[in-house]
């Protein structure tokens, strides 16, 4: 049942309701005024009911709309996962690698929460990458050692 239906029900109902009140209202033998007030009383119960019905259509129209949008949200990050694996990095961190073009790195932590943030390299000795949606960093490079350049000496 669609809510044009029920809108349309609703509105004959209080069509032959109020016809009814006007013949209820004329100069009626009182055994037709009380079989008329029991019609007016079905068809006032027949509008409560129809309106109800009609704002559970509607509730029940808003929650099938947010599980249609939670569905494709879904679908979408199951699309988006599909381009990562979960992998250990030569820096020893477990991070997320893209599988396509630009090779890239995500969070995990992110990640797990259906957020996609790329790791930034931090150009740093240690080789971390930082993520930039949480903040955390992960040792992706492997550690670079530093050695002092040698310079000649003064004699």
């Known amino acids: 049942m669609d809510i044009a239906l029920i809108s349309a029900s609703y509105e004959g109902l209080k069509i032959g309701k109020a016809a009814l009140q006007s ?32 704002e559970e259509l509607f509730r029940l129209q ?27 990095t030569e820096g020893g961190a477990i991070v997320y690698v893209s599988t396509g073009d630009p090779q890239h790195y995500a969070c995990p932590s992110c ?16 080789g971390e990458f930082k993520c930039t949606g949480c903040d955390s960093t992960y040792p992706v490079k492997k550690e670079r050692s530093f050695s002092m350049p040698s310079t000649p000496r003064r004699r």
């Open 23 to 54: 013949l209820f209202d004329a100069k009626v033998d009182s055994e037709a005024k009380e079989k008329i007030d029991l019609v007016l009383q079905k068809l006032g119960d027949a509008q409560d009911t129809l309106f109800s019905m009609r």
């Open 62 to 88: 808003e929650e099938n709309e947010r599980l249609r949008r939670q569905a494709a949200s879904m679908a979408q990050w199951d699309e988006i996962k599909s381009r990562y694996i979960l992998q250990s």
């Open 111 to 126: 990640f797990n929460s259906k957020e996609l943030h790329f790791l930034q390299d931090r150009h740093v000795m240690s």
